[in-house]
């Protein structure tokens, strides 16, 4: 029994210095600068019927959006919404939207996750890049979207990488 856990503790380290030997051997991957697009999108939110569910809180729509400036695109997802029985300004929401378009010239699509929460106004939202959902010029994009409404107008910042 002693001479097989010695040999198993031996094989482990020889993998494990052949593992080291190999990494070491790959080439650097160098890490794509990060980049900034900005403009402007407008949205169109419907509401979709559920008659199985009789609760006026809870809810679904389609999102239709088209962007503009850096990212000239069009944006088609669905959205589950929950508000809340209490105080006004509180509820939370969730969606999926793939984008077909062009970021900086680049054509493509790719798929943004958006969640976000209100407690009585103050907001809290997350949109991100779903990992390896970028197509054709921006197949390996990755990143982050921040949204912002002014005086009823709605912008977006959006740092992301392409490798």
């Known amino acids: 029994?002693?001479?097989?856990?010695?040999?198993?503790?031996?094989?482990?380290?020889?993998?494990?210095?052949?593992?080291?030997?190999?990494?070491?051997?790959?080439?650097a991957r160098k890490e794509a600068a990060m980049s900034h697009a900005s403009g402007t999108f407008e949205v169109k939110?419907?509401?979709?019927?559920?008659?199985?569910?009789?609760?006026?809180?809870?809810?679904?729509?389609?999102?239709?959006?088209?962007?503009?400036?850096?990212?000239?695109?069009?944006?088609?997802g669905q959205m589950l919404f929950a508000g809340a029985?209490?105080?006004?300004?509180?509820?939370?929401?969730?969606?999926?939207?793939?984008?077909?378009?062009t970021l900086h010239g680049r054509s493509g699509s790719f798929v943004l996750q958006h969640s976000g929460t209100m407690n009585r106004g103050a907001q809290q939202l997350s949109v991100t890049?779903?990992?390896?959902?970028?197509?054709?010029?921006?197949?390996?994009l990755t990143g982050k979207m921040d949204i912002k409404i002014v005086d009823g107008k709605h912008y977006y910042e959006f740092d992301y990488r392409l490798e």
């Open 85 to 101: 029985a209490g105080p006004k300004g509180s509820g939370g929401y969730v969606a999926i939207e793939k984008v077909t378009g």
């Open 129 to 140: 890049v779903v990992p390896d959902s970028g197509t054709d010029q921006l197949a390996g």
């Open 1 to 27: 029994m002693k001479l097989r856990t010695g040999a198993v503790v031996v094989a482990i380290i020889c993998i494990c210095v052949g593992w080291s030997s190999w990494a070491q051997n790959q080439p």
């Open 45 to 76: 939110l419907v509401p979709q019927k559920d008659e199985n569910n009789p609760d006026q809180t809870l809810g679904r729509m389609s999102l239709d959006k088209q962007f503009h400036g850096d990212l000239e695109a069009a944006g088609k």
